[in-house]
């Protein structure tokens, strides 16, 4: 009789297992392992990517700071689908130009995402053919003097007309990806001031590069160089339909 029982015992506790065998493999495939690109194409809240850019972004104070939501919001899908298709990106600095605010405003802010702090803040230039206070006109042809908004790689630096300065390589076919013909860089420039914005009532304009002051071009593009990830963000819809690497943001 014992062995009979123990015999049944085994069976039932087999049978158990097997029954509870696909639970326990869809609860670690749904919490273990990094997002797949199906994963990065499903709504944000089925992902939980936007829970831990909303995590960062309140840790961090941005709003406080300046930097729109939004804006963070986005710099951080394209980070995270970049370092998911495997592009070498170096550290975790994010720097973000924020173009849904005034020039006047210190809209630039360059973020260590693993100390979870700012870095630099500070004031930054659009093209001159993108507007006059705030940018609202972009293109990705040459001689256009206008800005071009996207995902940027950071390259080697160099010394120019302006001093020090920093190669970009757009990431976004059709969208910036002639940043390099068109030789858009980050470098200082005089008209990019306080001074200027206050005697003007904005800021002054460049022909097409992300201008930083020249007392901030030295100590910003050193912290950013060879291989850190640049975003220029605005809220324009053309851009945010046609960016790949916001695909997964849209509604």
Not at 103 to 109: D, H, I, V, Y
Not at 130 to 157: D, H, I, R
Not at 214 to 236: C, M, R, V, W
């Amino acid at each position: 009789m014992k062995t009979i029982t123990k015999k049944w015992s085994r069976i039932f506790i087999a049978g158990l297992m097997f029954i509870q065998m696909p639970i326990l493999i869809a609860g670690n495939k749904k919490s273990t392992g990094p997002l797949s690109f199906t994963d990065l194409t499903a709504p944000l809240s089925e992902t939980g990517v936007s829970e831990k850019a909303d995590d960062l972004y309140s840790s961090m104070d941005l709003g406080r700071e300046g930097l729109s939501r939004e804006a963070f919001l986005r710099a951080w899908q394209g980070y995270k689908h970049l370092t998911k298709k495997g592009i070498q990106l170096r550290e975790h600095i994010i720097t973000i130009a924020d173009f849904s605010q005034p020039s006047t405003c210190k809209r630039l802010f360059v973020i260590d995402l693993d100390a979870r702090q700012i870095v630099h803040k500070s004031l930054v230039a659009h093209g001159k053919n993108s507007g006059l206070l705030y940018a609202n006109s972009f293109s990705n042809k040459p001689e256009t003097n206008k800005s071009s908004l996207g995902f940027y790689l950071t390259m080697n630096t160099y010394t120019g007309e302006h001093g020090i300065s920093l190669r970009l390589k757009g990431l976004e076919k059709n969208i910036n990806d002639k940043a390099y013909e068109r030789a858009i860089v980050i470098h200082g420039a005089s008209y990019v001031s306080e001074s200027f914005a206050k005697k003007n009532g904005f800021l002054g304009r460049s022909l097409g590069c992300p201008a930083i002051p020249d007392a901030l071009a030295k100590p910003i593009i050193q912290s950013i160089k060879n291989g850190t990830l640049l975003f220029i963000y605005h809220p324009e819809k053309t851009y945010t339909k046609k960016s790949p690497l916001l695909k997964v943001v849209q509604s």
